[in-house]
């Protein structure tokens, strides 16, 4: 049995999709989003809304404060046990999300690098504090391009790599992998840059028109010491804001230049799987609902 994936870029229409799939298909949307775990990011992470949770079984969403670590291998592990349920239950899961760190551990197994060693990391994350991710990459890249392109710029993965880099002389790539639980069946979303520029934008002031502000002023007062995953899309440059040091168009621009560069990296990401890996059925332009439809109810 293979489990279906649908990933994309951000903005690429995934949630719409899954649901379609899932209320026709009686699945179960086990989600592969980094940010959609964190309880109270909402808006910033444009979660499904809570009609779009109740209207099928989600799983994966709201699972930590984002004041808690949360690791690939928490989330691989979780995920896994929630497949291993909904499968119990006689129900079909589909992974969806953006996050190819997580998709990847699914389907490719954990690396058996050490255990975080946050003593180690602080030197890396003071340098992150007062230069940003770029001088961490660049090292990494050095090092090992591949994890370089694997850790696509997020500080947590860039620093976790360095991490491992340091106290082994090994590049996280060269360590084995566990075994995967289950086999997976990808689909890619790939629309066109242009219309995922557009889509991009509109998901910005559709945002602010939400009340991004006010969410991040109420993690801010949960938060103070302002966690790491609060360094998100959408999320610093609001804190930018609060800060004094940007105005409320400034940061619009900013989270749509953020967005735009990491909806790119997805996509260079998920084109390299498509040439690379065998459990990718295609990768087009777009996906109409009985296209998909057709090809998950053919491949159990």
Known sequence: MRIPVLAGPTASGKTALALALAETLDLEIISADAMLVYKGMNIGTAKPSRVELASVPHHMIDVITPDVAYSVKDYAEHAESVIEDVLSRGKLPIVVGGTGYYIQALAKGLPTAPKTDMSVQQEFWNRFEADGIEPLHLELEAFSAEDATRTQRNPRRVIRALEIIKRTGKAPIEFTNTLPKFQYQKFFLNPEPEALK?????????????????????????????????????????????????????????????????????????????????????????????????????MN
């Open 198 to 298: 557009e889509r991009i934008l509109l998901r910005t002031e559709q945002m602010f028109e939400q009340g991004l502000l006010k969410e991040v002023k109420q993690l801010v007062a949960l938060y103070p010491n302002r966690p790491t995953a609060m360094q998100a899309i959408g999320y610093k440059e609001v804190l930018a804001f609060f800060d004094g040091e940007r105005t409320i168009e400034e940061i619009k621009e900013d989270i749509n230049l953020a967005t735009f560069q990491y909806a790119k990296r997805q996509r260079t990401w998920f084109r390299r799987e498509s040439r690379n890996e065998q459990d990718v059925e295609a990768m087009q332009e777009s996906f109409s609902v009985n296209e998909l439809l057709s090809r998950v109810s053919a």
